[in-house]
């Protein structure tokens, strides 16, 4: 019996749909299995070149770099700094050092990382980059560590210089962690020490310190109040403000507020008084991204570097002997 010209046409049209069902299916399979393929592959210990890097806000999920332990030895009179962190388990982490690449290192199943590396008269900047596969973009770091020596020469005073070089780790809009200071303490008024205020182009200021008695901390600026913040776990505190002071000097005063019953509150008022000078912006900022400068004074240090896509942010680091 002959089939109809019009139920042929159908026949056709339907074998034809069925031919690029299979054929769509395939293709994605193949898709599919090459990029299974490329993730298990993964970055190798070879060079990484020509990656984008992106903050890491724009890779949700994905743990960034951190510095987490950071030590400075001498071995057979070399110093050397220790540097050991955290990120995405079974990723690379490139390290820079004021912005050329020094070193990368694979992270464990723990997503543990460490690295050596010498040091010498010139300052360290080092930042990290992780990248968890070849293809993918790296994540950089918001966090830098620092390590500036101590200056040499008949214009600077050395006396209260007690280790080789300042070593902090500092982020934008974050406190910094002093992990050496060339004073080898911080301004203390029994259980209470200021140790670094940092503040940035736009007037924004933390003030950084510790206690051994739980409370609060009072801030003023030429005795006047401008705040207070409470005292966190393992005694650690940060007073974060925007636009606090204009531009000039001024002494900033941190006052102790013990807990009421709080063991081993002090008898008397607990107070630490340190000389501020808040700076106006660096000459051409946005133009010199990384751009770096240490005012070395006695009984402080005043880095300031530019950022990243613009403004800046200066650290001021203060001697024990500083408490006015």
Same mark, same amino acid.
């Given at each position: 019996m002959?089939?109809?010209?019009?139920?042929?046409?159908?026949r056709r049209q339907r074998k034809r749909l069925i031919w690029i069902a299979i054929a769509g299916i395939a293709l994605a399979a193949i898709l599919l299995l090459a990029i299974q393929i490329s993730g298990a592959l993964g970055p190798d210990s070879g060079e990484i070149v020509d990656n984008p890097v992106t903050s890491q806000t724009e890779r949700i999920g994905v743990r960034p770099a951190s510095f987490r332990q950071i030590s400075e030895f001498r071995e057979n009179g070399v110093a050397r700094l220790r540097v050991a962190g955290e990120a995405e388990p079974g990723s690379v982490v490139v390290i820079t050092n004021r912005g050329e690449r020094l070193r990368q290192v694979r992270t464990n199943?723990?997503?543990?990382?460490?690295?050596?590396?010498?040091?010498g008269a010139e300052p360290v900047v080092l930042e990290a980059q992780l990248y968890t596969t070849e293809d993918a973009p790296g994540i950089r770091s918001e966090e830098a560590v620092f390590r500036l020596p101590v200056p040499t020469g008949d214009d600077v005073a050395t006396a209260n210089f007690i280790t080789p070089a300042l070593i902090m780790v500092? %982020? =934008?809009? *974050?406190?910094?962690?002093i992990i050496?200071?060339?004073?080898?303490? %911080? =301004?203390? *008024?029994g259980p209470l020490s200021l140790s670094v205020i940092d503040y940035d182009d736009a007037g924004g200021v933390i003030i950084t310190g510790t206690s051994s008695v739980p409370g609060r901390v009072r801030f003023?600026?030429?005795?006047?109040?401008?705040?207070?913040?409470?005292i966190g776990v393992g005694?650690?505190?940060?007073?974060?403000?925007?636009r606090m002071l204009p531009r000039g000097q001024w002494e900033i005063r941190a006052e102790l507020i013990p807990a009421v019953g709080a063991p081993d509150a002090p008898l008397e008022t607990a107070s630490v008084s340190v000389p501020f000078a808040l700076l106006p912006p660096l000459r051409n900022a946005d133009d010199e991204s990384g751009a770096l400068s240490v005012n070395f004074q006695p009984l402080y240090w005043q880095v300031r570097r530019t950022l990243i896509g613009g403004g800046g942010q200066s650290?001021?680091?203060?001697?024990?002997?500083?408490?006015?």
């Open positions: 002959q089939i109809p010209a019009k139920e042929r046409l159908k199943e723990l997503g543990q990382w460490g690295l050596t590396v010498n040091v500092t %982020a =934008p809009g *974050s406190p910094t962690r050496q200071s060339p004073f080898g303490g %911080a =301004p203390t *008024s003023y600026a030429q005795n006047n109040v401008i705040g207070e913040t409470g005694g650690r505190w940060n007073y974060i403000a925007g650290t001021v680091v203060f001697s024990p002997d500083a408490t006015e």
